[in-house]
């Protein structure tokens, strides 16, 4: 007989025990469970006869069986489901004589730790540069995060990079416009810059860096990264022309440009960075150099007309909306050793799409930069080699601002191998690229999902699943569970910190493998750095002040209704008649 179904049979006789126990009643059930002789009938499944009075029973006592789940009848314990046991990892050696046999698991533990596994309770780790250098799991090191808002998406990677911060990476928020990351940078020691009128202001013609970098490198490297400095300058430029004129530049006026830019870096003193109204000085000026480039053959007037419509478009710049931001020098330079760094644009308005597109190119153009000028000093041999992690939240908002922000993203996700660079690309939907535009930008977008190494998926509706599985490769089982996890909290729940059941749950999918659902418990100093409801806290000497100042209405009120009431005559003492 098998082990399960002598349990069977040894709980029944458990069972008809106690209940002719509680029919005798307390005494003899307490007799009858401190009695052993019957106890045998639950081994082989037959009655046992009482032993007689006065002898003895043969061999040595037994114990009373006690059932797995509990005994039977009031108060018995009996439950009906019996809990998993808790699964812990713990290496060969603190496990080595652990009895039953461990076995391993499937789940990757190469990177930062994200959360544990929704089904087996292991731990998951990972990151896109831990799994594109160490475990070579990944091709490419970027992460492509698409979810419903509220879920948890941001938290996640605010947890890779504090994480990768910990390892030496140094973490670029290049554009934060909650802001959701400032507080963790300035938490790691980091340098935090702010983007804006009336905060801060960067100069587009600064070399920064890379201009620093090409002086202490000298030589012929040094000379190659000046002119990747010129080049970078002049796409800057060329960008805030397109934004404010909203096409892009000719391309005999990109040749002046450059002119102009040369003929300011030979005349500008060493330490002095050039400013946008330079430019218009030199326009003005009309030096050999710009004007062999607009072929004007010595006649002033073919001259103006070459210039005037990109001195027109300077003009907008300065003049308009941008001037502010763009027309000085920089506030606050990127500091190269850093431990992390985050642009905040956050003080810029929603609706002013133009100096939000332009702040997140000219942030992206510095701090790629900075990337740059980190390298050229690490292959020179004058710096060690550092890795970076950028993060691009709120991607649906940088791509509808401008469409030179989606050819900067395209070759960020083609070239960041070479660059040395992670990155993780944070938005809603695969349908936040079909509000674009163009046809070539809407098809750029969508390539940023199908060259992403990482994909993590939160709570997303079923027909957005459908077209990411187009994409990504996923099987029924995993668009039901995904499909999940965007349903609301029940009418019934009234719970102060109730939470919706898809938040901190996301399904990590690389390649054509099987996806790794997991769940993300955040520390209490994560929850205190990285709070995306700051609006929606409650504010308790606010609602301390609001209680007070209706408290002192209600009094007022009182009182001048107590002023202008009519006087009662008063009440004369008993036993006397008024006069």
């Known amino acids: 007989m098998s082990r399960r179904g002598e349990e069977k049979r040894a709980e029944l006789a458990d ?3 106690e209940e002719a126990g509680w029919r005798d009643g307390p005494g003899a059930l307490l007799s009858t469970a401190l009695d052993p002789s019957w106890t045998e009938s639950g081994r082989n499944g037959k009655p046992a006869k009482r032993a007689a009075k006065g002898k003895k029973a043969s061999g040595p006592p037994k114990e009373l069986f006690v059932p797995p789940r509990g005994w039977y009848g009031p108060g018995g314990g009996r439950v009906g489901h019996m809990d998993p046991p808790t699964m812990w990892r713990a290496t060969t050696v603190q496990a080595c004589g652990m009895w039953p046999f461990a ?11 994200l959360g544990q596994h ?19 799991y990944i091709s490419n090191p970027s992460l492509f995060m698409l979810g419903m808002p509220g879920l948890g998406k941001s938290t996640l990677v605010n947890r890779m990079l504090i994480g990768l911060a910990a390892t030496g990476v140094v973490p670029l928020v290049l554009g934060d416009l909650k802001p959701d990351y400032a507080d ?5 020691g980091g340098q935090v810059i702010s983007i804006g009128r009336g905060r801060g ?26 002119a990747e400095t010129h080049g970078r300058v002049l796409n ?64 002033d007037t073919r001259y103006r007309d070459a210039v005037d419509p990109l001195h027109r478009s300077l003009l907008g710049i300065l003049d308009g909306p941008l001037g502010d931001t763009f027309a000085s020098e920089t506030s606050t330079r990127i500091d190269p050793d850093a431990p992390a760094v985050c642009i905040d644009i956050s003080g810029i308005g929603e609706a002013d799409t133009q100096l939000t597109a332009a702040a997140m190119l000219a942030a992206w153009s510095d701090g790629l930069g900075t990337v740059a000028a980190s390298h050229a000093l690490a292959d020179a041999g004058l710096a060690p080699r550092r890795w970076f992690f950028t993060v691009l939240d709120e991607l649906w908002r940088p791509l509808r601002a401008a469409s030179g922000i989606v050819d900067r993203i395209d070759a960020l996700t ?45 709570g997303l509706p079923k027909a957005e699943m459908e077209e990411l599985g187009k994409v990504v490769g996923l099987s029924r089982r995993e668009i039901e569970l995904v499909s999940s996890w965007s349903s609301p909290p029940g009418w019934g729940v009234t719970g102060e910190h109730e939470e919706p059941p898809g938040r901190g749950r996301f399904l990590i999918k690389v390649g054509g493998r099987p996806g790794i659902p997991i769940k993300v418990a955040i520390t209490d100093a994560e929850r205190e750095l990285h709070n995306t409801n700051t609006r929606w806290t409650p504010n308790e000497t606010a609602v301390e002040q609001s209680v007070a100042y209706a408290a002192r209405q ?3 009120t009182a009182e001048r209704r107590a002023l202008t009431a009519p006087q009662e005559p008063p009440v004369p003492p008993a036993g006397r008649w008024p006069a």
Do not use: Y
């Not at 070239?415 to 809603?428: E, F, P, Q």
């Open 184 to 188: 963790t940078v300035r938490a790691l």
């Open 15 to 17: 069972r008809l025990a």
């Open 118 to 136: 929704l089904f087996t309770g292991a731990t998951v780790c990972g990151d896109p540069l831990n799994w594109f250098t160490r475990a070579r």
């Open 103 to 113: 076995a391993g698991s499937g789940s990757p533990m190469t990177g930062v730790p």
């Open 414 to 458: 083609r070239l960041n191998r070479s660059l040395g660079l992670g990155d993780a690309k944070i938005t809603h939907t695969l349908k936040d690229a079909e509000a674009l535009g163009t046809d070539s930008d809407r098809a750029k977008a969508r390539g940023f999902v199908e060259r992403a190494g990482m994909v993590v998926c939160a």
């Open 201 to 226: 202001g960067i100069n587009v013609l600064d070399p920064g860096a890379m201009g620093a970098a090409a002086t202490r490198i000298g030589g012929e490297a040094g000379e190659v990264l000046k």
């Open 236 to 299: 800057m430029v060329a960008a805030l022309v397109t934004i404010v004129r909203g096409r892009p530049m000719d391309d005999h006026e990109q040749s002046v440009l450059s002119a102009v830019l040369h003929h300011i870096r030979e005349r500008t003193p060493l330490g002095r960075p050039a400013l946008l109204p330079d430019l218009l000085r030199v326009l003005t000026e009309g030096p050999d150099r710009v004007r062999a480039v607009t072929l004007d053959r010595g006649d």
């Open 554 to 556: 209600v009094a007022r």
